[in-house]
């Protein structure tokens, strides 16, 4: 019912940037939270930032506060990631997640996008 695409991971170096989209269809989006998670070889996944659909309230994790950015555009239905002063720490596989309790599953994710920050 839903599907979530990622684009625009890549490879930069320390002090770059990147931006990180992801289109949603399947349905309309309103009580919707879109957020995104990234996972690092040998690591937990941990979540990144988060956006509420329609109020537009934003969440970040701490260790990315300041130098990232989470945005949406209602009419393209598509949350992006600006990623501002990377660094290698940054490196991860991302991935865009879509919650709403009140759908079966409550939760839907894109395939992933990589992003590798070079030192």
């Known amino acids: 019912q839903v599907q979530l695409v990622e684009s625009g991971g890549g490879l930069v170096q320390t002090g770059g940037s990147l931006r990180l989209s992801c289109a949603a269809s399947?349905?309309?989006?309103?009580?919707?939270?879109l957020g995104w998670f990234r996972q690092a070889p040998g690591k937990e996944r941990e979540a990144v930032a988060a956006?509420?659909?329609?109020?537009?309230?934003?969440w970040y994790t701490d260790s990315v506060k300041g130098r990232f950015t989470i945005s949406r555009d209602n009419a393209k239905k598509t949350v992006y990631l600006q990623m501002n002063t990377l660094k290698p720490e940054d490196t991860a596989a991302y991935s865009c997640?879509?919650?709403?309790?009140?759908?079966?599953?409550?939760?839907?994710w894109g395939q992933g996008t990589q992003v590798t920050v070079s030192s």
């Open positions: 956006i509420r659909w329609s109020a537009g309230n934003t």
């Open positions: 997640n879509l919650r709403n309790r009140g759908l079966n599953p409550p939760n839907y």
């Open positions: 399947g349905r309309t989006l309103g009580n919707d939270a």
